[in-house]
Protein backbone atom coordinates (compact mmCIF):
# COMPACT_ATOMS: atom_id res chain seq x y z
CA UNK A 1 0.00 0.00 0.00
CA UNK A 2 1.35 3.72 -0.98
CA UNK A 3 1.66 6.10 1.88
CA UNK A 4 -1.44 7.68 3.61
CA UNK A 5 -3.61 10.16 1.29
CA UNK A 6 -2.67 13.60 1.87
CA UNK A 7 -5.07 15.81 4.34
CA UNK A 8 -5.86 17.89 0.63
CA UNK A 9 -7.44 14.48 -1.33
CA UNK A 10 -8.95 13.24 1.82
CA UNK A 11 -10.87 16.23 1.84
CA UNK A 12 -11.69 16.00 -1.95
CA UNK A 13 -13.17 12.55 -1.19
CA UNK A 14 -15.45 13.63 2.15
CA UNK A 15 -16.69 16.73 -0.27
CA UNK A 16 -17.45 14.48 -3.18
CA UNK A 17 -19.16 11.51 -1.01
CA UNK A 18 -21.13 14.16 0.72
CA UNK A 19 -22.51 15.42 -2.81
CA UNK A 20 -22.96 12.22 -4.02
CA UNK A 21 -25.18 11.11 -0.78
CA UNK A 22 -27.21 14.19 -1.09
CA UNK A 23 -28.51 12.44 -4.50
CA UNK A 24 -29.00 8.87 -2.55
CA UNK A 25 -25.72 7.94 -4.54
CA UNK A 26 -22.96 5.80 -3.64
CA UNK A 27 -19.54 7.47 -4.54
CA UNK A 28 -17.11 4.21 -4.15
CA UNK A 29 -19.37 3.55 -7.36
CA UNK A 30 -18.80 6.22 -9.63
CA UNK A 31 -14.98 5.95 -8.38
CA UNK A 32 -14.71 2.46 -10.44
CA UNK A 33 -16.05 4.61 -13.30
CA UNK A 34 -13.72 6.62 -12.86
CA UNK A 35 -11.19 4.11 -12.69
CA UNK A 36 -11.59 2.31 -15.72
CA UNK A 37 -12.87 5.36 -18.33
CA UNK A 38 -10.57 6.75 -20.37
CA UNK A 39 -8.74 10.14 -20.58
CA UNK A 40 -10.77 12.37 -22.39
CA UNK A 41 -9.38 13.70 -26.29
CA UNK A 42 -9.35 16.86 -27.74
CA UNK A 43 -10.98 15.15 -30.50
CA UNK A 44 -13.62 13.07 -28.43
CA UNK A 45 -14.74 16.16 -26.85
CA UNK A 46 -15.34 18.75 -29.94
CA UNK A 47 -16.72 15.69 -31.75
CA UNK A 48 -14.19 16.23 -34.22
CA UNK A 49 -14.79 13.03 -36.61
CA UNK A 50 -18.54 13.74 -36.47
CA UNK A 51 -18.17 17.06 -37.44
CA UNK A 52 -16.11 16.96 -40.27
CA UNK A 53 -18.65 13.74 -41.40
CA UNK A 54 -20.68 16.65 -42.48
CA UNK A 55 -19.97 18.37 -45.39
CA UNK A 56 -21.49 16.25 -48.67
CA UNK A 57 -21.18 18.16 -51.77
CA UNK A 58 -23.78 17.10 -53.65
CA UNK A 59 -21.63 17.88 -56.96
CA UNK A 60 -17.78 17.22 -57.71
CA UNK A 61 -17.18 20.83 -58.29
CA UNK A 62 -14.49 21.85 -55.67
CA UNK A 63 -15.70 24.56 -54.46
CA UNK A 64 -19.03 23.74 -53.70
CA UNK A 65 -17.03 22.09 -49.66
CA UNK A 66 -16.12 26.21 -49.44
CA UNK A 67 -19.79 27.25 -49.49
CA UNK A 68 -21.28 24.05 -47.58
CA UNK A 69 -18.34 24.75 -44.40
CA UNK A 70 -19.06 28.76 -44.88
CA UNK A 71 -22.79 27.82 -44.23
CA UNK A 72 -22.40 25.63 -41.41
CA UNK A 73 -19.85 28.79 -39.75
CA UNK A 74 -22.59 31.31 -39.86
CA UNK A 75 -25.60 28.59 -38.72
CA UNK A 76 -22.74 27.97 -35.77
CA UNK A 77 -22.84 31.81 -35.13
CA UNK A 78 -26.21 31.98 -35.43
CA UNK A 79 -26.35 30.04 -32.60
CA UNK A 80 -24.43 31.23 -30.90
CA UNK A 81 -26.13 34.20 -31.09
CA UNK A 82 -29.20 32.86 -29.87
CA UNK A 83 -27.55 31.10 -26.87
CA UNK A 84 -26.38 34.78 -25.57
CA UNK A 85 -29.78 36.16 -26.01
CA UNK A 86 -31.52 33.47 -24.25
CA UNK A 87 -29.23 33.81 -21.33
CA UNK A 88 -30.12 37.72 -21.35
CA UNK A 89 -34.00 36.62 -21.63
CA UNK A 90 -33.72 34.03 -18.66
CA UNK A 91 -31.42 35.49 -16.65
CA UNK A 92 -33.58 36.57 -13.40
CA UNK A 93 -32.32 39.48 -12.36
CA UNK A 94 -30.76 40.98 -15.53
CA UNK A 95 -29.04 44.15 -14.81
CA UNK A 96 -27.41 46.63 -16.82
CA UNK A 97 -23.98 45.00 -16.86
CA UNK A 98 -24.86 41.64 -18.11
CA UNK A 99 -27.36 42.70 -20.49
CA UNK A 100 -24.22 44.86 -22.27
CA UNK A 101 -21.86 42.19 -21.62
CA UNK A 102 -24.05 39.46 -24.04
CA UNK A 103 -24.65 42.44 -26.43
CA UNK A 104 -21.06 42.67 -26.62
CA UNK A 105 -20.65 39.17 -27.20
CA UNK A 106 -23.21 39.25 -29.94
CA UNK A 107 -21.51 42.17 -31.70
CA UNK A 108 -18.47 40.27 -31.94
CA UNK A 109 -20.24 37.77 -33.38
CA UNK A 110 -22.27 39.39 -36.10
CA UNK A 111 -18.62 41.36 -36.47
CA UNK A 112 -17.28 37.90 -37.34
CA UNK A 113 -19.86 36.97 -40.11
CA UNK A 114 -19.66 40.52 -41.87
CA UNK A 115 -16.23 40.44 -42.19
CA UNK A 116 -15.84 36.76 -43.34
CA UNK A 117 -18.69 37.09 -45.82
CA UNK A 118 -15.49 37.92 -48.23
CA UNK A 119 -14.87 33.55 -48.46
CA UNK A 120 -18.30 33.97 -50.36
CA UNK A 121 -17.98 37.21 -52.29
CA UNK A 122 -14.52 36.51 -53.25
CA UNK A 123 -13.71 33.39 -52.63
CA UNK A 124 -16.01 31.15 -55.20
CA UNK A 125 -15.15 30.06 -58.88
CA UNK A 126 -18.34 31.74 -60.71
CA UNK A 127 -18.71 28.96 -63.00
CA UNK A 128 -18.64 26.22 -60.78
CA UNK A 129 -21.00 28.21 -58.14
CA UNK A 130 -23.65 28.40 -61.28
CA UNK A 131 -23.03 24.93 -61.83
CA UNK A 132 -23.27 23.57 -58.47
CA UNK A 133 -25.93 26.16 -57.31
CA UNK A 134 -28.67 24.18 -59.84
CA UNK A 135 -28.20 21.19 -57.88
CA UNK A 136 -29.10 22.33 -54.21
CA UNK A 137 -32.79 23.96 -55.86
CA UNK A 138 -35.33 24.63 -54.20
CA UNK A 139 -33.34 24.99 -50.98
CA UNK A 140 -31.91 28.51 -50.26
CA UNK A 141 -29.97 30.17 -46.89
CA UNK A 142 -33.69 31.85 -47.07
CA UNK A 143 -34.53 28.83 -45.33
CA UNK A 144 -32.41 29.24 -42.64
CA UNK A 145 -34.79 28.98 -39.54
CA UNK A 146 -31.83 30.15 -36.95
CA UNK A 147 -31.90 33.98 -39.01
CA UNK A 148 -35.89 33.98 -38.55
CA UNK A 149 -35.39 33.57 -34.96
CA UNK A 150 -32.76 35.61 -33.69
CA UNK A 151 -35.32 38.35 -35.45
CA UNK A 152 -37.86 37.63 -33.67
CA UNK A 153 -35.80 37.29 -30.42
CA UNK A 154 -34.37 40.78 -31.19
CA UNK A 155 -37.53 43.15 -31.39
CA UNK A 156 -41.37 42.98 -31.02
CA UNK A 157 -42.88 40.98 -33.92
CA UNK A 158 -44.53 43.75 -35.29
CA UNK A 159 -40.94 45.61 -36.09
CA UNK A 160 -40.88 42.30 -38.36
CA UNK A 161 -44.34 42.72 -40.24
CA UNK A 162 -43.86 44.01 -43.58
CA UNK A 163 -44.32 47.71 -43.67
CA UNK A 164 -47.70 47.67 -45.60
CA UNK A 165 -49.32 45.62 -43.30
CA UNK A 166 -47.41 47.20 -39.87
CA UNK A 167 -49.99 50.00 -39.21
CA UNK A 168 -53.04 48.65 -40.57
CA UNK A 169 -52.90 45.50 -38.14
CA UNK A 170 -51.07 47.78 -34.93
CA UNK A 171 -48.88 46.97 -32.23
CA UNK A 172 -51.65 45.19 -30.41
CA UNK A 173 -52.45 42.36 -33.20
CA UNK A 174 -52.14 38.67 -31.78
CA UNK A 175 -48.34 36.95 -32.65
CA UNK A 176 -50.43 34.91 -35.22
CA UNK A 177 -51.87 38.03 -37.24
CA UNK A 178 -48.50 39.22 -37.33
CA UNK A 179 -46.55 35.92 -37.89
CA UNK A 180 -48.79 35.95 -40.55
CA UNK A 181 -47.15 38.76 -42.12
CA UNK A 182 -44.13 38.46 -41.64
CA UNK A 183 -41.91 40.60 -44.21
CA UNK A 184 -39.82 37.67 -45.73
CA UNK A 185 -43.55 35.48 -46.54
CA UNK A 186 -44.08 38.25 -48.60
CA UNK A 187 -41.28 38.65 -50.15
CA UNK A 188 -40.59 35.17 -51.43
CA UNK A 189 -43.38 35.00 -54.44
CA UNK A 190 -42.94 33.73 -57.74
CA UNK A 191 -41.74 36.60 -60.39
CA UNK A 192 -43.89 34.97 -62.89
CA UNK A 193 -47.53 33.54 -60.74
CA UNK A 194 -46.67 35.88 -57.98
CA UNK A 195 -47.12 32.66 -55.65
CA UNK A 196 -45.66 31.10 -53.23
CA UNK A 197 -42.20 29.91 -53.86
CA UNK A 198 -41.59 26.41 -52.99
CA UNK A 199 -38.61 27.81 -51.33
CA UNK A 200 -40.96 29.43 -48.76
CA UNK A 201 -43.40 26.22 -48.47
CA UNK A 202 -41.05 23.79 -47.22
CA UNK A 203 -39.82 26.46 -44.99
CA UNK A 204 -42.95 27.19 -43.60
CA UNK A 205 -43.87 23.23 -42.74
CA UNK A 206 -41.04 22.93 -41.02
CA UNK A 207 -40.44 25.88 -39.33
CA UNK A 208 -43.82 28.02 -38.63
CA UNK A 209 -45.28 26.66 -35.03
CA UNK A 210 -41.86 27.34 -34.10
CA UNK A 211 -42.06 30.66 -34.80
CA UNK A 212 -44.94 31.29 -33.04
CA UNK A 213 -43.95 29.43 -30.12
CA UNK A 214 -40.75 31.61 -29.73
CA UNK A 215 -43.01 34.48 -30.81
CA UNK A 216 -44.80 33.90 -27.91
CA UNK A 217 -42.12 33.19 -25.14
CA UNK A 218 -40.21 36.26 -26.41
CA UNK A 219 -43.76 39.05 -26.60
CA UNK A 220 -42.55 40.42 -23.26
CA UNK A 221 -39.10 38.99 -23.42
CA UNK A 222 -37.68 40.16 -26.47
CA UNK A 223 -34.14 41.79 -26.72
CA UNK A 224 -35.92 45.29 -27.46
CA UNK A 225 -39.03 44.89 -24.91
CA UNK A 226 -36.60 44.55 -21.70
CA UNK A 227 -34.50 47.61 -23.44
CA UNK A 228 -37.61 49.39 -23.45
CA UNK A 229 -38.69 47.64 -20.01
CA UNK A 230 -35.82 47.94 -18.06
CA UNK A 231 -33.31 50.18 -19.30
CA UNK A 232 -35.03 52.77 -21.42
CA UNK A 233 -32.70 55.53 -20.56
CA UNK A 234 -28.92 53.78 -20.67
CA UNK A 235 -26.78 55.09 -23.14
CA UNK A 236 -24.75 51.95 -22.68
CA UNK A 237 -27.59 49.51 -23.86
CA UNK A 238 -28.76 51.89 -26.36
CA UNK A 239 -25.24 52.11 -28.23
CA UNK A 240 -24.88 48.35 -28.31
CA UNK A 241 -28.37 48.00 -29.26
CA UNK A 242 -28.05 50.41 -32.43
CA UNK A 243 -24.57 48.70 -33.26
CA UNK A 244 -26.69 45.35 -32.91
CA UNK A 245 -29.82 46.61 -35.57
CA UNK A 246 -26.36 47.99 -38.30
CA UNK A 247 -25.39 45.23 -37.92
CA UNK A 248 -27.72 42.37 -38.79
CA UNK A 249 -30.10 44.70 -40.78
CA UNK A 250 -27.86 46.59 -42.90
CA UNK A 251 -24.43 45.31 -42.96
CA UNK A 252 -24.87 41.90 -42.75
CA UNK A 253 -27.90 42.07 -45.54
CA UNK A 254 -25.44 44.27 -47.51
CA UNK A 255 -22.11 41.97 -47.13
CA UNK A 256 -24.77 39.02 -48.44
CA UNK A 257 -26.37 40.97 -51.33
CA UNK A 258 -22.97 41.46 -52.78
CA UNK A 259 -22.51 37.74 -53.24
CA UNK A 260 -25.91 37.52 -54.76
CA UNK A 261 -24.85 40.44 -57.49
CA UNK A 262 -21.83 39.46 -57.93
CA UNK A 263 -22.84 35.60 -58.70
CA UNK A 264 -26.73 35.90 -59.79
CA UNK A 265 -27.66 37.09 -63.31
CA UNK A 266 -29.25 41.08 -63.19
CA UNK A 267 -31.88 39.67 -65.49
CA UNK A 268 -34.58 39.29 -63.36
CA UNK A 269 -36.29 36.87 -66.25
CA UNK A 270 -33.06 34.74 -65.53
CA UNK A 271 -33.17 33.60 -61.58
CA UNK A 272 -32.87 30.26 -61.91
CA UNK A 273 -30.02 29.42 -60.09
CA UNK A 274 -32.12 31.12 -56.67
CA UNK A 275 -34.88 30.13 -54.78
CA UNK A 276 -37.17 31.78 -56.90
CA UNK A 277 -37.62 34.91 -54.96
CA UNK A 278 -37.26 38.64 -57.05
CA UNK A 279 -33.89 38.63 -55.16
CA UNK A 280 -32.64 41.98 -56.34
CA UNK A 281 -36.06 44.09 -55.09
CA UNK A 282 -36.09 41.80 -51.48
CA UNK A 283 -32.47 41.66 -50.30
CA UNK A 284 -31.38 45.27 -50.47
CA UNK A 285 -31.92 46.40 -46.70
CA UNK A 286 -32.82 49.63 -48.70
CA UNK A 287 -36.43 47.78 -49.47
CA UNK A 288 -37.06 45.76 -46.55
CA UNK A 289 -36.09 48.59 -43.94
CA UNK A 290 -36.16 45.88 -41.31
CA UNK A 291 -35.40 48.07 -38.05
CA UNK A 292 -35.44 46.29 -34.56
CA UNK A 293 -34.93 49.40 -32.76
CA UNK A 294 -37.15 52.66 -34.48
CA UNK A 295 -36.56 54.62 -31.39
CA UNK A 296 -32.45 54.49 -30.97
CA UNK A 297 -32.43 56.33 -34.60
CA UNK A 298 -33.63 59.75 -36.31
CA UNK A 299 -36.05 59.81 -38.64
CA UNK A 300 -33.41 61.06 -41.89
CA UNK A 301 -31.60 57.62 -40.55
CA UNK A 302 -34.90 55.93 -40.78
CA UNK A 303 -35.38 57.36 -44.28
CA UNK A 304 -31.81 56.46 -44.95
CA UNK A 305 -31.62 53.30 -44.03
CA UNK A 306 -29.59 50.71 -45.97
CA UNK A 307 -27.95 53.19 -48.21
CA UNK A 308 -23.84 52.78 -48.46
CA UNK A 309 -22.11 55.74 -45.96
CA UNK A 310 -24.87 56.13 -43.75
CA UNK A 311 -23.90 53.98 -40.99
CA UNK A 312 -20.84 54.17 -38.76
C1 LIG B 1 -22.65 32.84 -53.03
C2 LIG B 1 -23.30 32.99 -51.89
C3 LIG B 1 -24.76 33.32 -51.77
C4 LIG B 1 -25.67 33.69 -52.71
C5 LIG B 1 -25.46 33.92 -54.21
C6 LIG B 1 -26.95 33.87 -52.04
C7 LIG B 1 -28.14 34.22 -52.66
C8 LIG B 1 -29.34 34.44 -52.02
C9 LIG B 1 -30.57 34.83 -52.66
C10 LIG B 1 -30.76 35.06 -54.13
C11 LIG B 1 -31.51 34.95 -51.69
C12 LIG B 1 -33.00 35.36 -51.88
C13 LIG B 1 -33.85 34.15 -51.72
C14 LIG B 1 -33.74 33.24 -52.91
O1 LIG B 1 -34.13 33.65 -54.00
O2 LIG B 1 -33.22 32.14 -52.73
C15 LIG B 1 -30.89 34.66 -50.44
C16 LIG B 1 -31.49 34.73 -49.22
C17 LIG B 1 -30.87 34.44 -48.03
N1 LIG B 1 -29.61 33.87 -47.86
FE1 LIG B 1 -28.20 33.75 -49.28
N2 LIG B 1 -26.77 33.61 -50.70
C18 LIG B 1 -25.45 33.26 -50.50
C19 LIG B 1 -24.87 32.89 -49.31
C20 LIG B 1 -25.52 32.82 -48.11
C21 LIG B 1 -24.92 32.42 -46.86
C22 LIG B 1 -23.47 32.01 -46.65
C23 LIG B 1 -25.88 32.46 -45.92
C24 LIG B 1 -25.70 32.08 -44.50
C25 LIG B 1 -26.55 31.32 -43.83
C26 LIG B 1 -27.10 32.92 -46.56
C27 LIG B 1 -28.30 33.14 -45.93
C28 LIG B 1 -29.41 33.71 -46.52
C29 LIG B 1 -30.54 34.21 -45.79
C30 LIG B 1 -30.71 34.22 -44.26
C31 LIG B 1 -31.45 34.69 -46.73
C32 LIG B 1 -32.78 35.38 -46.44
C33 LIG B 1 -32.48 36.89 -46.31
C34 LIG B 1 -33.70 37.73 -45.98
O3 LIG B 1 -34.80 37.20 -45.87
O4 LIG B 1 -33.54 38.95 -45.84
N3 LIG B 1 -26.84 33.13 -47.90
N4 LIG B 1 -29.55 34.33 -50.66
Not at 30 to 37: E, I, N
Not at 117 to 127: A, D, H, P, Y
Not at 199 to 205: A, D, G, I, R
Not at 284 to 291: A, L, M, S, V, Y
Amino acid sequence: MDSPLDPVLTEQLLKLRQKYAAMGQDLSSYLDGLLYSDYLTYWDYIHLDTLLSLQNPKTSFKDEKVFIVYHQITELYFNLILWEIEQIVDHPNLDEKFFCARLDRINRYFQQLVGSFEIMVLGLEKEQFLKFRMSLLPSSGFQSGQYRMIEICATDLINLVNAKDREAIGENSTIDQQIERMYWRSGATELATGKKTLTLQQFEEKYMNQFKEIGDKHRDKNLRALYLKKFPDSAEVKSRLRELDEFANVRWPLAHYKSAAKYLQKNPEDIRATGGTNWQKYLPPRFQKIIFYPELWSDTEKQEWGKAGLMS
